[in-house]
C-alpha cells in the first residue's frame, strides 16, 4: 500500500471507531469518510461496505480476545476461565451500538466480512469450553456456536437497557446457573 493510502486507510479506521463508539455501527460512511477528510470512494475502495469496515475496526479487539482465550487456556480452573472468556465476549459485542445485532446476523451469513470475526474467536472458544468438558465442568452437549449465541443475545439484551450496568452479567448468571435453587 502507498504511503498516502495507507495514511487513508488508517485516518479511516480511526474515524469510523469513533464514529462507531459515537453513533453506534450504523455510523453514517459518508461521515466517517468526511471526518476522515477523504471522499465516499475513497473510503469504498478501502472497505467495500460496512461490514468489511466495521471488521476491520473490530480486529484489534478480536486479536485481545483471542489472546485471552489463550491465556485463560492455563487457567486452573477450566470452567471459571470459560465463563470469563464469556464476560470479555459480552463486553466486546456491547462496546458500540448494534455490534452484538450485527455480528448475531454474520453468524447466518458465511459470506459476511464479520463473519471473519467468528471463526477465531469460535476456535478460541471451543478450547476453552473443551477444557471445561474434560474437567467435567460443562455437559457433552454444550457447544461453542450455542454459547456465542447466548453472548450476543445477552449484549443485545443489554444494549437496549443502557441504564442498568449489570444487566448483562445477572443474565449471564442466570444462563449459567440456569433457574434452580
Request: hydrophobic share 45%.
Amino acid at each position: 500500500m502507498r504511503a498516502d493510502a495507507r495514511r487513508n486507510h488508517e485516518r479511516l479506521l480511526g474515524e469510523a471507531r469513533a464514529a462507531f463508539a459515537e453513533h453506534g455501527t450504523d455510523a453514517s460512511l459518508e461521515e466517517v469518510a468526511r471526518r476522515a477528510g477523504v471522499g465516499i470512494g475513497t473510503l469504498y475502495r478501502h472497505f467495500p461496505n460496512r461490514d468489511a469496515l466495521v471488521n476491520a475496526v473490530f480486529q484489534e479487539a478480536l486479536a485481545t480476545l483471542v489472546q485471552r482465550s489463550r491465556d485463560l487456556a492455563q487457567a486452573e480452573d477450566p470452567c471459571r476461565a470459560l465463563v470469563e472468556w464469556l464476560r470479555a465476549l459480552i463486553t466486546h459485542a456491547g462496546e458500540y451500538r448494534g455490534l452484538a445485532r450485527a455480528l448475531m446476523s454474520a453468524s447466518y451469513d458465511e459470506s459476511s466480512a464479520l463473519a471473519q470475526c467468528s471463526a477465531p474467536l469460535r476456535t478460541a472458544g471451543e478450547r476453552l469450553l473443551d477444557r471445561a468438558r474434560h474437567a467435567g465442568s460443562v455437559r457433552d452437549d454444550v457447544s461453542i456456536g450455542d454459547l456465542m449465541q447466548l453472548t450476543k443475545a445477552i449484549a443485545l439484551a443489554a444494549e437496549q437497557s443502557p441504564d442498568d450496568e449489570d444487566l448483562a452479567d445477572r443474565l449471564l448468571t442466570l444462563t449459567l446457573r440456569g433457574l434452580e435453587r
